[in-house]
């Protein structure tokens, strides 16, 4: 396929390149890229809600500033595949990092200071990151083989395991590094590990320039009304936007129930642990039982989450519920982002990756924003029963694919 590391400028490609070499380098970068941009959106993702306690005017607000975190990946999302359709990987994930790096700074500012609505632009520009972020996954398959992509995309994800342990202890050890503002010592953390992020995209390797063709594929009309491509999405858009709700609303509980800020980060910890290690074998189960089997376990696990939230409150539910929230994430995205890739042509995939996350991202911002309304007028568990319900929708729609699916083969 095209150039994942941004030497020559992106428009259309006429044939797929495969050079399973070179994807196996960019994998390993993106995964090392994975765990630096994990551990900024850890960071953020622990203490927005709990910084919003104290410097949002009025409670329902605690988690705005995850929401606008979300938002800001929705909103970057189709500027950056656009701009990387044009500069490359390698610039557009460079660019990125520059944007946390100045998210972090405002950050720090924001806090010295106690101003809420600075802390929401610290907040926005770091979603604005992880909106390049999220295309690592696609960049690991660029230049893979159809037998190596699923493979990649896990790959890249594993960076998360250890993004999972360094984010929390960056909380851990940074919140007083800035005393007496508690927290403010963690954001200017989340600049360093940005600029370091932006020396590695650097690295990246690319294919040499191709031949770029007139014809940059089909309307983004036609391409969306592929069933298998409204299914991926809506999966995708499921899966994110309910380990969003539940996680998001997580740190807030347990400080209602008395548990301190470092049992959250640690259970934070732990729930990214179980997002990104199934990564070791998500490839190998997808290639084994197929795209669609492996998504809706992932649903099944995202169900049990909720059974284990409703049954307590003690941090043994907690943990046990966030860990089965982060291995349904992982089974139901990888499956459902692989899903995704079936759908394009190799000279639409930047508008096509950019409309989905588009849809993923502006989904979660939405659940983000309604966890803290829903914990403010209605709890922890009312926050839990909305998982049921969403993943039922998920799993009727995979399998009607898959009968759908059968049936077309039956015909051909």
């Known amino acids: 396929m095209a150039d994942p590391a941004g030497i020559a400028a992106e428009t259309a490609e ?30 953020v993702m622990t203490l927005g809600g709990i910084i919003g306690i104290t410097l949002a005017p009025h409670p329902s607000w605690a988690t705005v500033p995850i929401t606008i975190f979300v938002l800001g990946q929705a909103v970057a999302t189709l500027p950056a595949g656009i701009g990387m359709r044009h500069i490359g990987r390698r610039l557009g994930f460079m660019t990125g990092s520059l944007f946390a790096v100045a998210g972090g700074l405002v950050g720090t500012f924001a806090l010295l200071w106690g101003r ?54 960056l909380v851990i050890f940074s919140s007083e590094l800035l005393a007496p503002v508690t927290f403010a010592g963690s954001f200017l953390t989340l600049s360093v590990v940005a600029s370091l992020s932006f020396f590695l ?62 049992d959250a980060a640690l259970a934070i910890q732990w729930h990214a642990i179980a997002m990104f290690a199934p990564s070791f074998v998500t490839g190998n189960l997808i290639a084994r039982f197929g795209k669609e089997q492996v998504t ?34 992982n089974f139901s995205f990888v499956g459902a982002t692989s899903m995704v890739t079936d759908c394009y042509r190799p000279e ?28 403010s007028a209605f709890g922890w568990e009312t926050v839990n029963f909305v998982v049921f319900p969403m993943v039922a929708i998920a799993l009727v729609l995979i399998g009607w694919l898959i009968v759908h699916g059968r049936r077309q083969a039956s015909a051909s």
């Open 348 to 375: 639409e995939r930047n508008k096509v990756q950019s409309v989905n996350d588009f849809a993923v991202f502006g989904s979660v911002a939405l659940a983000s924003f309604m966890s803290g309304r829903l914990m």
């Open 14 to 43: 006429a044939t797929p390149r495969y050079d399973d070499i070179t994807a196996r380098f960019n994998t390993i970068i993106l995964s090392i890229g994975q765990m630096l941009g994990g551990a900024c959106s850890t960071i």
């Open 201 to 262: 995209m650097m690295t990246l390797r690319g294919s040499r320039p191709v031949r770029q063709s007139a014809s940059s594929g089909r309307r983004v009309s036609e391409i969306l009304r592929q069933p298998r491509l409204i299914v991926a999405m809506a999966c995708g858009m499921i899966s994110y936007s309910m380990m969003s709700l539940v996680m998001t609303a997580a740190p807030i509980a347990m400080l209602a129930c008395n548990y301190g800020v470092a």
């Open 116 to 169: 809420f609505d600075l802390f929401l632009v610290a907040t926005f520009l770091c979603g604005m990151f992880q909106a390049h972020i999220q295309f690592y996954r696609f960049a690991a398959a660029d230049l893979a083989s159809p037998s190596f992509q699923p493979k990649a995309i896990s790959w890249v994800l594993i960076g998360g395991v250890a993004a999972a342990v360094l984010g929390p202890q």
């Open 296 to 329: 809706a376990a992932g649903m099944v696990i995202l169900a049990g989450c909720g059974v284990v939230a409703l049954s307590g409150i003690e941090i043994a539910h907690f943990w046990g519920a966030l860990i089965l929230l982060g291995l349904g994430w």
